[in-house]
Nanobody, 119 residues
Framework: QVQLVESGGGLVQSGGSLRLTCAAS????????VAWYRQAPGKERELVAA???????RYPDSMKGRFAISRDSANNTVYLQMNDLKPEDTAVYYC?????????????WGQGTQVTISS
């Protein structure tokens, strides 16, 4: 089992910045991909940023240039730097890991951290 714990959410004004952290723990694992998703009230969960073993960083067009995902492999930590935040970025942000086990994969999610942007 792998446990993911997010932190760093909060309330900031429009134009501000936040850095989210996702700390992974559990039995030794091989990470295939890490990502951040978000879900706003009444909306579906959407991809914010991803970092995969084979493809590198990936962002939806609306996040390019404002969000950056990074990873500290030594400490099993993933970050999401968010700049120039807008009220529409308000959502619960979730950390996701895809772990490879032999020939298969398993997906893990954190509990989420609330990000609220005031106008």
């Amino acid at each position: 089992q792998v446990q993911l714990v997010e932190s760093g959410g909060g309330l900031v004004q429009s134009g501000g910045s936040l850095r989210l952290t996702c700390a992974a723990s559990g039995r030794p694992f091989s990470i295939y991909a890490v990502a951040w998703y978000r879900q706003a009230p009444g909306k579906e969960r959407e991809l914010v940023a991803a970092l995969t073993k084979n493809s590198g960083e990936r962002y939806p067009d609306s996040m390019k240039g404002r969000f950056a995902i990074s990873r500290d492999s030594a400490n099993n930590t993933v970050y999401l730097q968010m700049n120039d935040l807008k009220p529409e970025d308000t959502a619960v942000y979730y950390c996701h890991h895809r772990i490879s086990y032999g020939l298969g994969y398993a997906d893990y999610w954190g509990q989420g951290t609330q990000v609220t942007i005031s106008s």
